[in-house]
């Protein structure tokens, strides 16, 4: 398996845009990569324009066949007007121990339930 963690940071005003673009791509790869393992976005809570992508595919050939998807490219050529791309980060990720849960994905306000 071969696990990328995406950091970066919205240009100023461009979450409305941002939303349904992240949830169309998410969408997309559900449908139609059956090798892509996991994939999600999240907002950090401690800086709401920073946005991280944690995305784990069977192999590195479905990592690349996910980079050349009609749906990908489509995101990448908005990248600039919704993402400032000198704040990008890319780590790769080797795993050590783990599990996985079913998900939905689905937004929850996870302060007022810690809280």
Do not use: K
């Amino acid at each position: 398996m071969i696990t990328f963690h995406v950091r970066c940071r919205l240009r100023d005003g461009q979450l409305p845009a941002a939303e349904p673009a992240i949830s169309e791509l998410v969408a997309r790869v559900q449908l139609d990569e059956r090798d892509a393992v996991h994939y999600s976005f999240f907002r950090s809570t401690r800086d709401p324009q920073e946005i991280v992508l944690v995305e784990s595919y069977t192999s590195n050939e479905a990592f690349l066949a996910h980079n050349q998807s009609p749906h990908m490219l489509r995101f990448r050529a908005r990248f600039t007007e919704l993402f400032d791309p000198a704040t990008t980060e890319v780590t790769m990720l080797q795993g050590l121990a783990g599990f996985g849960r079913e998900w939905d994905g689905a937004p929850e306000d996870n302060l007022a339930a810690a809280g």
